[in-house]
């Protein structure tokens, strides 16, 4: 009987019913991420929020059962506890039981908690298993060139702020502003919400942008060679 | 009859006659894709409409002539009908002749049927087709990927919706609005409609886009590669 | 004599004389361009506009100079007064001396081809003709890519068209300022004068961009990866 | 003695002492940097002004035991004060002791000379070493590509002002102007402060931005593949 329920919780034994059961729980998952993602909805009716209530309390309890099971089949109890996805599914489901406990203040944050059960999905996905590998491979050389982006970052918002400040002083009125000038023009995304507008800021715009762009590419680069790597060695052609 | 027919709606073959008629196809289509653009410019005078019309009109006439001529040659008749280029090539007509028949209400999404004709190009050039090719040799990795993609933008625009939501109700005002706030940031696009402003979010954004810029860009780099490798092989240089 | 000039005039002759000839014409170029940027600014004073006109004058006299030499040592004179670098050299002066006989109305585009005086500094800098060799040997593929880049982005306009041309009929008014949306977003600029607002069209834009920006990056990818062929052929390291 | 501070001072000595030493001074250097960024927040209270000027005064006493005991143990005290680190360490210290001196007026640019402490990190990094030494292997590609981007960019800002500047003489009321937008654009920042309006304008950026992406992703790509060569080279795995 033990055995059994332990086939079907395995997502990598090749019987229909152990597919099954992966496919209804990773459905599970997609419904209640769904319902989560309706639930911040403004002007939701009393009957929308009753459905979601249901399909909420639906969702739990076939989690907690799921848990339980999982507990229940492991060798180690203890271990699979406190392993990364023993966690996992703890907080996917311990919101819920908390609510019921917990003063409401403290509710919001709470609410989000529910949402590690999209970690869930990562038992299933081999590609993220992929880029866990990938990160610890080239973990030092990440590191290495996090450390250089943040520091040309931070000199980049230095020279913004040096140069706008006074003829901008609400947008860049400190380094701190300046650094998220600096972020979201490094990485090209450019919302426009703030931008030089001195000859002095833009000249030094163009010098950064010409050096920044291929640096802050280089940890981008690094993880995604790294991941084409792991892809390559491990998945059949 | 039959075969020469053939040969000149055959535009791999080397003569001249079918050369002309591929080149005559071609020119056709870009045509009436023009003049469907100019269709959608409002202000137009009446007489303008009459000329488009009447180009419409030659352009349906001859697409059927070759539909017909393609159908008659084809050795499997059935096979050709239900093909991708022989639904394509009934899909460019169809609209225009079911516009006699159904109601003028549908007539909007018609229209826009009508563009399936962009799609009888691909008979003509060689790049689409290494883009099938590239697609289905990496049609795997490219799921993988694209899950996790999904999946971190998901992660994104709920954080973001966590940390703006108090402070910009109208902008991130659902989790639906923070996903497309994650799709133009994470592509780098920025628009600059949804972006935010507390100092939580932003530092958050900069994580986000530090790991992130890297995960989108790889289903993008998954199909670049590809397409180059088909394209080294099969292409002479 | 004549081979004296025609060695001072060779950048690739190893002697002082030649290297000082082709710096100072260089520097003639950079200080004509310069004078023509200023030239564009509004509000210049009378002096200003009076020095500006000195240094053109002087340029154009020296250019003058430096073309009637260069058609005296050439072996062949028609052959170079009617290749690229002749053409170049002619145009780099003829507004000067036009200016005298046309009408003044055509005189802004006129002043503008003045402009050619730029292509004169291809002849100084190798990196330049790598490029066109790079073209040259890519040229089928850019070509081929171009294409699909094209037709992708015309789907896109059509499909945004389609999606938003209601909620914004000012700003998608047409398929071609669709066209505008979809080059602006496809190449990640995202200026945000123009973006969707619609649910449809936002799922829309986040499929096109999740294929599109694979797509796009390729005639540009191309062009990079032949550049840095012809630049590791032909540099020493 | 002297042999015994030397040997603290060296972090690249496998000691407890030297690794103590070297995580303190980059301590110190994180602190000053934060207070430095703090220092620029406007509405300070007089209270957090003090404790600043404290955290100020003990980092530069700091820095200054830090630089004496340098000069000390260096085996050619003139060299090293005139090498690039010993002038980094004098420029963290200078300006406190100048703003005794020094009148008051000059003082904003002196307080940003302080952040050359940041350079003192270089000492600890050496990604920035392989940064340095990817430079100094590529130096003679990235000039020239830096030419022909410079030169490219100022072909498409005197494009955009020929066909933009009727239409919208205040954002493109210059060459100057234009090239701010060249700018902008080729590195796809796009902040949306500045962009085309006219049919002309919007097709020559479409040109631009087709031929400009992968000519100023070069230089970029240049420096992140040297370093990527420096890094595979040097780094155990």
Redesign the interface.
């Known amino acids: 009987m033990k055995q059994k329920i332990k086939l079907l919780l395995d997502d990598t034994y090749p019987a229909k019913g152990s597919r099954s059961v992966a496919f209804f729980i990773q459905g599970l998952i997609l419904l209640s ?1 769904v319902a ?2 309706i639930e ?3 002007d939701l009716s009393e009957n929308s929020i009753y459905w979601l209530q249901v399909i909420e309390f639906v969702c739990v309890i076939l989690f907690t059962i799921e848990y339980v099971f999982r507990i229940y089949v492991a060798d180690k109890k203890l271990k699979f506890i406190f392993s990364f996805f023993g966690i996992v599914d703890l907080l996917a489901i311990l919101p819920f039981y908390l609510s019921f406990v917990v003063d409401l203040r403290s509710l919001r944050t709470l609410r ?1 908690v529910r ?1 590690f059960r ?1 970690f869930k ?1 990562v038992r299933y ?4 298993k992929h ?1 866990t590998n990938a990160i610890s491979i080239a973990k ?2 990440i590191l ?6 943040v ?1 040309l970052i ?2 980049a918002a ?1 020279g913004i ?2 140069f706008e ?1 006074a003829a901008q ?1 609400n947008h860049f ?4 502003s300046s650094l ?1 000038w600096a ?3 490094l ?7 703030i ?1 030089p507008i001195t ?1 002095g800021g ?1 000249v030094f ?2 010098f950064i ?3 920044g ?3 802050v ?8 060679s790294a ?2 790597k792991t ?1 390559d060695e491990k ?1 059949p052609k």
């Open positions: 991420l989560f993602s911040t909805l403004p989000f949402l999209v999905l996905n081999r590609a993220i880029f030092e050389e290495l060139f996090l450390f250089v982006t520091i931070y000199l230095v702020y040096y400040n002083p009125s400190s380094i701190f998220w972020i979201v023009t990485t090209t995304v450019g919302y426009g919400d931008y000859a833009r715009t163009f942008l010409l050096i762009l291929g640096i590419a280089i940890p981008t680069g690094i993880i995604s991941l084409t892809i998945l």
